[in-house]
């Protein structure tokens, strides 16, 4: 089984990398990461006074996980469930919708610890390794 990583977990693990060390061993060649986590990512490191520690825990993160693009099939599957979602008028972040669409197109798991605002999007496979 192969899984996307949200960047709450990503988060997680930069700041106690031995509490998620046995999940990145377990899912060795399967974890990814969405350009969208990316950039979530290196905005938080770009928002401290002093980024050179994130941006280092990022590159290592780069080490164990294959950086996924959101092209134009994502795009496509982003437009369809936000559309059903609307339909149905629910409101789901931006982001949200762009990581699950990348998730869905790629058939990974998506592992967050926000699992409410994902709750809606059907047929996402969802996992929190935060809780037990």
Not at 3 to 15: Q, V
Not at 50 to 62: H, N
Not at 83 to 107: E, K, N, R
Request: proline letters at 5%.
């Amino acid at each position: 089984m192969s899984h996307l990583l949200d960047s709450n977990i990503c988060s997680a693990h930069f700041r106690r990398p031995g509490g998620l060390a046995h999940r990145f061993i377990q899912y060795r060649g399967g974890l990814f990461v969405p350009t969208i986590v990316l950039g979530e990512l290196y905005a938080g490191a770009y928002h401290v006074a002093d980024p050179t520690p994130l941006l280092a825990k990022i590159g290592d993160l780069l080490n164990d996980v294959e950086v996924l693009d959101f092209d134009h099939d994502c795009a496509k599957q982003f437009g369809k469930v936000r559309g059903s979602l609307l339909q149905q008028g629910v409101s789901v972040p931006t982001a949200d919708l762009m990581i699950a669409a990348v998730a869905m197109v790629h058939d990974l798991t998506l592992v967050t610890n926000n699992t409410f605002d994902f709750r809606h999007i059907s047929g996402l496979r969802l996992a929190d390794w935060l809780r037990p």
